[in-house]
């Protein structure tokens, strides 16, 4: 194993990385300390990892024993994806206008998003496995990638409009040349949010899975893919030539984001911050309905019947229970329905 292989795994705060020999593929897993958003130290991990892997094909030796075909990013947060950007560094930097600090964490985004985009300008292919919520920079991130397998019970959405921003790391770019420009704004201005189904259908999502077999869904992509990768990956490069998605062009996009942070009011920067205090709280996420909000779950919560139950009942300790005395049977869900009044 060479330096340059064994760089990939480096030490890292936030992010998490193994190889798969049967797949050939390096996984990506975002390990949020805090809320799973893009922090600042993820973004920098992140392309740090696949600046690694350039390195790695750029030194050319050890590509026998260990190949790299696949790029896989995923998450390591039960029921979710990445919730997008970090809302309580934007309040801050923007009550303080600081466009510099901004712009770099917009730069930060759009590096990622280009690479992962482009397949990091490798012979390889780009994968971004969803299972849960992707909203924001988390939906942006996940359309980067050369394929977006999802599972059905998945949500993914650009919500920004509703603290009066807009996706400025390349939610355009790349809806608009899915599905054309009328209906990537009508996504991007509606901030509504989308099952894994209804983006299936769209042509969003390339893949979708039964809940609870994403893995399966991604081995078996896989498995396919290698019998004519060759083809496929001229496919790929085909696509890029056809309808490029330029760093420039994410870079204007970007710009044009930090001027548009940097005007709102402290109305929007109320909102944002009750989206931070959610998100602290229960890792909110929102409904297919516009306007609603709920909790995503962890798969141990959705173990759990949270059924109402029948009265008169008896407790555990032999008590008669003759009405159910809570308002609420999440009371997580009482900070969610405030929040969103």
Not at 178 to 196: F, T, V, W
Not at 224 to 238: E, L, P, T, Y
Not at 267 to 275: E, G
Not at 276 to 305: C, F, W, Y
């Given at each position: ?7 990939i ?81 934007f ?45 924001g ?8 990638g ?10 993914m ?89 330029s ?5 204007e ?72 005395r ?16």
């Amino acid at each position: 194993m060479t330096e340059q292989f064994r760089s990939i795994f480096g030490s890292y705060k936030e992010m998490s990385v193994r190889y798969d020999r049967n797949q050939e593929a390096i996984w990506g897993y975002f390990k949020p300390s805090l809320r799973p958003c893009f922090s600042p130290t993820i973004l920098k991990e992140a392309k740090t990892i696949m600046e690694r892997i350039i390195g790695y094909f750029e030194a050319g030796v050890d590509e026998e024993n260990f190949p790299i075909r696949y790029a896989i990013l995923a998450s390591h947060t039960p029921g979710v994806f990445n919730l997008g950007g970090d809302l309580e560094l934007f309040i801050e930097l923007i009550k303080r206008q600081n466009r510099e600090l901004l712009l770099e964490y917009a730069t930060d985004c759009v590096d990622i998003c280009h690479l992962f985009s482009t397949s990091l300008g490798l012979p390889i292919t780009t994968i971004s496995y969803v299972e849960g919520s992707a909203l924001g920079g988390g939906f942006e991130s996940a359309m980067s990638g050369n394929v977006l397998i999802a599972e059905k019970h998945s949500q993914m959405g650009l919500p920004e409009i509703r603290f009066n921003l807009f996706p400025g790391m390349g939610a355009y770019s790349f809806l608009a040349r899915k599905l054309g420009i009328p209906k990537a704004e009508e996504i991007i201005s509606s901030g509504k949010i989308y099952s894994g189904p209804e983006l299936h259908q769209l042509g969003v999502v390339d893949i979708l899975a039964e809940s609870g077999k994403g893995y399966e869904a991604v081995d078996c992509f896989i498995s396919k893919h290698r019998k004519v990768s060759n083809g496929m990956r001229a496919i790929q490069k085909v696509r890029q030539i056809y309808s490029p998605v330029s760093y420039e062009e994410l870079m204007e996009i970007a710009r044009v984001w930090v001027d548009a942070a940097l005007q709102l009011e402290d109305k929007d920067l109320k909102t944002m911050a009750r989206l931070v205090l959610a998100q602290n709280r229960g890792q909110m996420t929102a409904e297919h309905k516009p306007g609603k909000l709920h909790l995503v779950r962890s798969r141990q919560d959705r173990r759990i019947d949270t059924r109402p139950s029948r009265f008169p009942l008896v407790d555990t300790d032999g008590n008669r229970i003759l009405y159910d005395r809570r308002s609420h049977y999440d009371r997580r869900s009482l900070d969610i329905m405030q929040m969103s009044n």
